[in-house]
T-cell receptor
Framework: ETGVTQTPRHLVMGMTNKKSLKCEQH?????MYWYKQSAKKPLELMFV???????ENNSVPSRFSPECPNSSHLFLHLHTLQPEDSALYLC?????????????????FGPGTRLTVL | GQQVMQIPQYQHVQEGEDFTTYCNSS?????IQWYKQRPGGHPVFLIQ?????EVKKQKRLTFQFGEAKKNSSLHITATQTTDVGTYFC????????FGTGTQLKVEL
């Protein structure tokens, strides 16, 4: 499956580093998402972008900064992270803009970036 | 607030045995989705259930949505090693909330 790609696939960073995660969707979708998946915890929705506007920020610390320059690309800028931020960061996209009435839209996930903060 | 519990957390079966995971909500859900995540992989959409009492089948997988739309189940008949992974239910429109998942291991 190559509909949603993420780079890098693995990232090791120190607490003082600044890095960025990139997500690209090739499906023509209108909504994109960042999720965090930690060991033994459910998937946590971090941010939702719909038609390039941020529509959801689930109380995520400011050391995580999303950016959506266009409908196909989504970034997650990282700075001064903590070791507890180590996790799998998953990007997803869906066809309908977020908040569209009707049934839930299918989300297509990228392979994720495995982040380790030392 | 709305709470969705998924049980069991882990299930270890012999190949050929059946497997069921349950998703239970404290409130009525408008719809529910199921995803599968293989070890080292990412969640992949399996199905969406919308109607009260709905039952859908995909080969050996049977999905049910309760009459009160507060619970859902995924049943796998005669498990195979390819069924290994974690199964998640999810709800909430585009802003999905995922259940805690059930990790399935299948032994030969």
């Amino acid at each position: 499956e190559t509909g949603v790609t993420q780079t890098p696939r693995h990232l090791v960073m120190g607490m003082t580093n600044k890095k960025s995660l990139k997500c690209e969707q090739h499906l023509g979708h209108n909504a994109m998402y960042w999720y965090k998946q930690s060991a033994k915890k459910p998937l946590e929705l971090m941010f939702v972008y719909s038609l390039e506007e941020r529509v959801e920020n689930n109380s995520v610390p400011s050391r995580f900064s999303p950016e959506c320059p266009n409908s196909s690309h989504l970034f997650l800028h990282l700075h001064t992270l903590q070791p507890e931020d180590s996790a799998l960061y998953l990007c997803a996209s869906s066809q309908k803009p977020a908040g569209t009435s009707g049934s839930t839209d299918t989300q297509y996930f990228g392979p994720g970036t495995r982040l380790t903060v030392l | 607030g709305q709470q969705v519990m998924q049980i069991p957390q882990y299930q270890h079966v012999q190949e050929g045995e059946d497997f069921t995971t349950y998703c239970n909500s404290s409130t009525t859900l408008s719809n529910i989705q199921w995803y599968k995540q293989r070890p080292g992989g990412h969640p992949v959409f399996l199905i969406q259930l919308v109607k009260s009492g709905e039952v859908k089948k995909q080969k050996r997988l049977t999905f049910q949505f309760g009459e009160a739309k507060k619970n859902s189940s995924l049943h796998i008949t005669a498990t195979q090693t390819t069924d290994v992974g974690t199964y998640f239910c999810a709800y909430g429109g585009n802003k999905l909330t995922f259940g805690t998942g059930t990790q399935l291991k299948v032994e030969l």
